[in-house]
């Protein structure tokens, strides 16, 4: 069992009081616009030093150990729409762990300061039209002139991508083959050649706004690279692994609020003379996944700890991205299912949930990677 202390416990009960008060409130009329207002929530949670949890405190971080991650995030996924609550994992743990990890002091100094602070929104751009699931596929291209890289290209599904102020990007940045023709570059927005071709139409997670780009002979400097020139790949692998780990975390958080409230309604609604609650196979299913959800969350724990410990988290973050990404889907299909027609209209949380929950087992990796993943890793593969 992880040892949460009385630190961890009165960080929780700040986040959980920060999310019942400015985004539980908005989280409808935000899935209405389409977008949440990143400039505006981002600077409040800077103020309470939620954006840079486990960051250097030189550039505004609070040094914290990474339970301190897993609490945030399991409490954010408790507040509401999965679009805000993703919005904010990628600005503290998908655009700016190699930035922390590899960037150089000036990098630090312009771009990871602003973004723990709230005053910069940030994006990450990998995946492209014909380059998702495989990342070494892409070709959005980065040429060297001088002290500059020209960049062009273009990236798809990019969440955060209509407000970000600067975004961490991977391009290939040489033609040799393997994994050492890309890198990742900070691309500020305000760059002539950036241009944000559209806002894309999901079928969840609307109030995160996601967007199609383009680079036209984008000039950014050479020293806005992260880390080494070749080492993209894998430092974008590595921050894959943040991802992931954060996403798990807070479907932890979403999950379980919605079997409480779930459960919370079967207990007021009567079919047959008594509360539904009360049928067997019903109180047997809420059962049965939160038993499930259980060792989710201690999996998750047990993740945690590795990482703290300074482990390789590889495996157990594709188990859990993979058990994750199901059990979210079972489990919003369950709560639709027992609120009944209710459970179908827009107006009831369930509907928005069970859109949601789609993303889980598609982005940051679809489950069939992480079986992938998993097999070579088991010794699965050839």
């Not at 020209?150 to 975004?167: H, P």
């Amino acid at each position: 069992m992880v040892a949460f202390t009385e630190e961890h416990n009165a960080f929780r009960a700040m986040v959980r009081d920060f999310a019942e008060k400015e985004i539980q409130p908005y989280g409808e009329e935000w899935e209405a616009q389409g977008i949440f207002p990143a400039h505006e929530l981002f600077p409040k949670m800077g103020k309470v030093g939620l954006l840079g949890l486990e960051y250097d405190e030189k550039y505004g971080g609070q040094g914290a150990d990474h339970l301190y991650t897993v609490i945030l995030h399991e409490e954010l996924g408790r507040s509401g729409p999965g679009g805000v609550v993703m919005g904010i994992a990628v600005q503290t743990d998908m655009a700016t762990p190699s930035l922390h990890r590899f960037g150089s002091e000036e990098l630090k100094n312009t771009y990871l300061r602003p973004a723990i602070s709230g005053e910069a929104v940030c994006s990450v751009a990998v995946t492209e039209a014909d380059a998702g699931s495989d990342v070494a596929a892409i070709r959005t291209r980065a040429v060297r002139d001088g002290d500059d890289w020209v960049i062009n290209g273009s990236k798809l599904y990019i969440t955060n991508g209509t407000q970000a102020d600067w975004i961490c990007l991977l391009a290939r940045t040489s033609d040799e083959p393997g994994y050492g023709s890309f890198s990742q570059i900070i691309v500020p927005v305000d760059t002539p050649g950036f241009q944000v071709s559209r806002k894309l139409e999901k079928l969840g997670m609307h109030s995160s706004d996601t967007a199609e780009l383009t680079f036209t002979d984008m000039r950014v400097p050479v020293s806005n690279t992260i880390g080494e020139v070749g080492r993209g790949f894998q430092q974008q692998m590595a921050q894959f692994q943040n991802e992931r780990m954060a996403a798990c975390y807070g479907q932890v958080g979403g999950m379980t609020r919605a079997l409480e409230r779930t459960a919370e309604y079967l207990k007021t609604r009567k079919a047959f003379g008594k509360p539904l609650i009360d049928k067997q196979y019903i109180n047997f299913r809420l059962a049965e996944l939160s038993a499930r959800l259980d060792l989710l969350r201690h999996y998750n724990y047990s993740a945690a700890e590795a990482y703290i410990r300074g482990e390789d988290t590889t495996r157990f973050a594709t188990v859990a991205k993979l058990e994750a990404g199901r059990l979210s889907r079972e489990v919003a299909s369950t709560c639709l299912q027992f609120h009944g027609g209710m459970g179908y209209m827009e107006e009831t949380w369930t509907a928005r949930s069970f859109r949601d929950s789609a993303l889980v087992s598609i982005g940051g990796g679809a489950d069939e990677v992480m079986l992938y993943v998993l097999s070579r890793l088991d010794g699965y593969h050839s």
